[in-house]
């Protein structure tokens, strides 16, 4: 629920470079200056801005075993120390699952749930933020979702600084109520 809350205010632009994919991993580069920035709530969309580079998603890596998921996204540049949420969405043949990191109105948050938006407590889930490389690791075992045969994932960047968002949507080029998705990626 969080993730879609984020994505529904973030939005993004349509990918226009192939996605690569094979049996257990999907690689999607995303093109870069294309963040909407605006106060979502008056500006609809938001506004095309080229000059936000931290919430701009240059590309979404998923490897998926059957032991975890692993969605690495990599930013223009640097996520800021606070002020934004990094979202990814997991569908899979039994339900839907999100990931919500966020680091904002002074507080941290590192949370998996389930459809219902209820918190599940998985040992070995968890996201990293190198900064320094500009990626965010987001790790989630098979059997906190279930262990599908196979997953769809989405994944998505938003940051807030004086009561104005920019986002993008790693995959997509419309604002959306929920994360696009990659296609199928079946585990090895």
């Known amino acids: 629920m969080r993730t879609r809350l984020v994505a529904g205010l973030a939005g993004a632009l349509l990918a226009v470079t192939p996605a ?3 049996a257990a991993e999907y690689v999607h ?12 709530e008056s500006d609809g969309n938001g506004r ?22 692993v969605v690495r996204i990599k930013t223009r540049a640097a996520l800021p120390a606070r002020g934004f949420f990094v979202g990814v969405g997991v569908r899979t043949p039994a339900g ?32 990293t933020i190198d900064r320094a490389k500009r990626l965010t690791t987001v790790t989630i075992p098979s059997t906190c979702i279930g262990s599908p045969t196979w997953v769809k994932v989405g994944a998505g960047v938003a940051t807030i600084k004086k009561g104005r968002m920019s986002a993008d949507d790693g995959l997509s ?16």
């Open 20 to 22: 690569v994919a094979s």
């Open 96 to 127: 839907q699952y999100d990931s919500t990191f966020m680091k904002a109105f002074g507080g941290t948050l590192d949370a998996l749930t389930g459809e219902e938006g209820d918190d599940i407590d998985c040992a070995g889930y968890g996201t």
């Open 29 to 40: 580069v995303d093109p870069a200056h294309d963040v909407r920035s605006g106060r979502f």
């Open 48 to 69: 095309l801005d080229r000059r936000q580079a931290s919430a701009d998603i240059r590309k979404v890596h998923v490897s998926y075993t059957s032991d975890r998921l």
């Open 173 to 188: 080029r419309r604002l959306r109520d929920d994360l696009s998705r990659s296609p199928r990626i079946t585990r090895d």
